[in-house]
């Protein structure tokens, strides 16, 4: 059974950093997509990042572009979400998910091209 575990979140200074770490156990996941969503209170979830987890090619939101790194660490079965630069609109709950399928030219960014989800973590950035 698949199971992503999202941790890493807090409360930080508007300009500082965070690192989002998303543990995955269940099967073998190097053709599929990894993808880090957020949700702000009232408003819908948003992709931020994705990463091809095999070849390891990293894709974001315009939103998020040259702040945000996503990272894996293959030994561990872990994807990170390095946060730089961290402004108060990126106040929300992180997700990580797994793509729904196998395709390793596919940059999945709608939520429902995502089948397994992380319990989420909250990030909060103040001013």
């Known amino acids: 059974q698949v199971q992503l575990v999202d941790s890493g979140g807090g409360l930080v200074q508007a300009g500082g950093s965070l690192r989002l770490s998303c543990a995955a156990s269940?099967?073998?996941?190097?053709?599929?997509?990894m993808g880090w969503f957020r949700q702000a209170p009232g408003k819908e979830r948003e992709f931020v990042g994705g990463m091809q987890w095999g070849g390891g090619t990293t894709y974001y939101a315009d939103s998020v572009k040259g702040r945000f790194i996503i990272s894996r660490d293959n030994a561990k079965n872990t994807v990170y979400l390095q946060m730089n630069s961290l402004k108060p609109e990126d106040t929300a709950i992180y997700y990580c998910?797994?793509?729904?399928?196998?395709?390793?030219?596919?940059?999945?960014?709608?939520?429902?091209?995502?089948?397994?989800w992380g319990q989420g973590t909250q990030v909060t950035v103040s001013s």
């Open positions: 998910a797994i793509g729904s399928y196998s395709d390793i030219h596919a940059y999945p960014k709608r939520s429902d091209e995502y089948a397994y």
């Open positions: 269940g099967r073998t996941f190097s053709s599929y997509a």
